[in-house]
């Protein structure tokens, strides 16, 4: 630390990851440095994400996205297009939502599955969201919506193996929940995005003129939205805004 400081050599320290997805040994190196970059992915999917876990400059949200390809990593300039990419037409149980990671919005599918249990406990598995968000969101449909979905298995998943904390995903999971239960497809050109309460309500989110342009960017024509956002954002070009004060005026916006 001594030596890049008084040189201003900028240094790269490489340690070890436990299993459990933190550094090893004591917290030393990871406060002696200025930014802890964690490099994610693996397997058989060809994407990896660079993602800031301090950061004393800047956002400690922020990622890179890169592709594994023949002659090495590549970086995808486009991350949402990517996500969207193999996205299938007219299939129940898919919602796509603008989630903040950073300062950069990123456009993801949130797809969830809705099937009779077989067992006597219905199961309950998230990948990418939190196990305990999407039980809250489950109750919410079934208790101010009236889908009998507490008694089914329910599988959500974030397409391309990303991890959503922006709590701005709730509604899209909610509507794909929704739309796996009653086998009904949102329209393909439709965002969805805003919070939940317990209430049912469905509260602002932060920095929804940057998710709403990244939507008609990437050619959305509807966005369906907080309404307390609805009425205080600017619709861009080529994108109508339908906002929803509970979860129940939010699905019937996308039945219609």
């Given at each position: 630390?001594?030596?890049?400081?008084?040189?201003?050599?900028?240094?790269?320290?490489?340690?070890?990851?436990?299993?459990?997805?933190?550094?090893?040994?004591?917290?030393?190196?990871?406060?002696?440095?200025?930014?802890?970059?964690?490099?994610?992915?693996?397997?058989?999917?060809?994407y990896r994400v660079l993602r800031a876990h301090k950061n004393r400059f800047g956002s400690a949200s922020e990622i890179g996205v890169f592709e594994m390809k023949a002659r090495g990593l590549a970086?995808?300039?486009?991350?949402?297009?990517?996500?969207?990419?193999?996205?299938?037409?007219?299939?129940?149980?898919?919602?796509?939502?603008?989630?903040?990671?950073?300062?950069?919005?990123?456009?993801?599918?949130?797809?969830?599955?809705?099937?009779?249990?077989?067992?006597?406990?219905?199961?309950?598995?998230?990948?990418?969201?939190?196990?305990?968000?999407?039980?809250?969101?489950?109750?919410?449909?079934?208790?101010?919506?009236?889908?009998?979905?507490?008694?089914?298995?329910?599988?959500?998943?974030?397409?391309?193996?990303?991890?959503?904390?922006?709590?701005?995903?709730?509604?899209?999971?909610?509507?794909?929940?929704?739309?796996?239960?009653?086998?009904?497809?949102?329209?393909?050109?439709?965002?969805?995005?805003?919070?939940?309460?317990?209430?049912?309500?469905?509260?602002?989110?932060?920095?929804?003129?940057?998710r709403l342009a990244e939507a008609a960017r990437l050619g959305f024509t509807r966005a369906v939205l907080?309404?307390?956002?609805?009425?205080?954002?600017?619709?861009?070009?080529?994108?109508?805004?339908?906002?929803?004060?509970?979860?129940?005026?939010?699905?019937?916006?996308?039945?219609?």
């Amino acid at each position: 630390m001594a030596y890049a400081k008084t040189t201003e050599t900028p240094t790269f320290l490489v340690g070890h990851v436990t299993k459990d997805g933190a550094i090893a040994g004591p917290r030393v190196l990871e406060h002696m440095v200025d930014t802890v970059l964690y490099f994610e992915g693996g397997g058989a999917h060809p994407y990896r994400v660079l993602r800031a876990h301090k950061n004393r400059f800047g956002s400690a949200s922020e990622i890179g996205v890169f592709e594994m390809k023949a002659r090495g990593l590549a970086e995808v300039p486009n991350p949402s297009a990517l996500f969207l990419s193999e996205r299938p037409e007219g299939a129940s149980g898919s919602s796509v939502t603008a989630a903040l990671s950073g300062t950069r919005t990123v456009l993801v599918e949130v797809q969830a599955l809705v099937s009779p249990t077989g067992y006597g406990t219905p199961r309950r598995t998230a990948l990418g969201l939190d196990g305990n968000r999407v039980a809250l969101l489950a109750a919410v449909l079934e208790k101010k919506v009236g889908l009998d979905v507490l008694g089914c298995d329910l599988f959500v998943n974030v397409a391309g193996g990303l991890t959503l904390d922006d709590p701005a995903s709730d509604l899209a999971c909610c509507a794909s929940l929704a739309s796996s239960f009653r086998d009904r497809a949102i329209p393909a050109r439709t965002i969805v995005l805003g919070e939940v309460g317990l209430a049912g309500e469905v509260r602002a989110v932060a920095q929804a003129e940057a998710r709403l342009a990244e939507a008609a960017r990437l050619g959305f024509t509807r966005a369906v939205l907080p309404a307390a956002n609805a009425r205080q954002v600017e619709a861009p070009a080529g994108l109508e805004l339908c906002g929803a004060g509970t979860v129940e005026e939010a699905l019937e916006a996308l039945d219609g």
